[in-house]
């Protein structure tokens, strides 16, 4: 069973447009995370939730909006994409505090054209 | 804020043999995580190791080990019996302590680990 999944893996879209990536993870964790990977492989948090409430927002453009129905999905909804917004856009999770790993999902290439 | 530091954009290492991959990392706090990612060409983050700040011994799994260096603020990665299937890009991270489980992962830039057979 996958542990965190995403969905698209693939995005290709058009400057203007709005798009959301899901995230979905079945570990039974609390702590949900949206990480940027730039084109030179540079990981960046964006955004965390914690039992539903927005715990982090690390000067990501107001066009990015985390969205969490329920413990276990966190999506990421993305208004009037840019060319600079294309990257791989990780969803991760971990289960509360202390040094528990984050388990990634496989990652969301963005094109946007 | 801190800050992870990884100054080997790339590495190269024979089959069989050992490399060491260097972080280096800058924070106020005392307690802290530090972990070392490796992300293959499938770009799955894969989690290597793990090392509590509060611990002196360093973690070691199979043929991975690291040198933590608290009062230096060095963390750095030995993998041994290089394989073909280490050929990633690896990440050190860094992870507060305080505020619980919500903290985010601060990433170095990354070293790239090529394996020669």
């Known amino acids: 069973d996958t542990a965190v999944s995403q969905t698209p893996k693939y995005l290709v879209t058009q400057m203007g447009n709005d798009k959301s990536i899901k995230c979905e993870q079945n570990?039974?964790?609390?702590?949900m995370y949206w990480y940027k990977q730039d084109s030179k492989k540079f990981l960046k948090i964006m955004f965390s939730?914690?039992?539903?409430?927005?715990?982090i927002n690390e000067t990501v453009p107001n066009r990015f909006s985390p969205k969490s129905p329920d413990k276990a999905h966190l999506n990421l909804h993305i208004n009037s994409l840019e060319l600079g917004d294309s990257a791989v856009y990780f969803c991760?999770?971990?289960?509360?505090?202390?040094?528990?790993?984050?388990?990634f999902g496989p990652g969301t290439r963005l094109t946007v054209t | 804020a801190q800050t992870v530091t990884q100054s080997q954009p790339e590495m190269s290492v024979q089959e069989a043999e050992t490399v060491t991959l260097s972080c280096t990392y800058d924070t106020s706090e005392s307690d802290y995580y530090l972990f070392w990612y490796k992300q293959p060409p499938s770009r799955q983050m894969i989690l290597v190791i793990r090392?509590?700040?509060?611990?002196?011994q360093n973690a070691t799994e199979n043929r991975f080990s690291v040198n933590f260096q608290k009062a230096a603020k060095s963390f750095s990665l030995k993998i041994s019996d290089s394989q073909l299937g280490d050929a990633a890009m690896y990440f050190c991270?860094?992870?507060?302590?305080?505020?619980?489980?919500?903290?985010?992962?601060?990433f170095g830039k990354g070293t790239h680990l090529i394996i020669q057979p």
């Open positions: 991760a999770s971990s289960q509360g505090a202390g040094g528990q790993e984050q388990y």
């Open positions: 939730y914690n039992n539903k409430e927005l715990i």
């Open positions: 090392q509590e700040a509060y611990k002196q």
């Open positions: 570990l039974g964790h609390d702590t």
């Open positions: 991270a860094y992870r507060s302590y305080s505020g619980g489980g919500a903290d985010g992962l601060t």
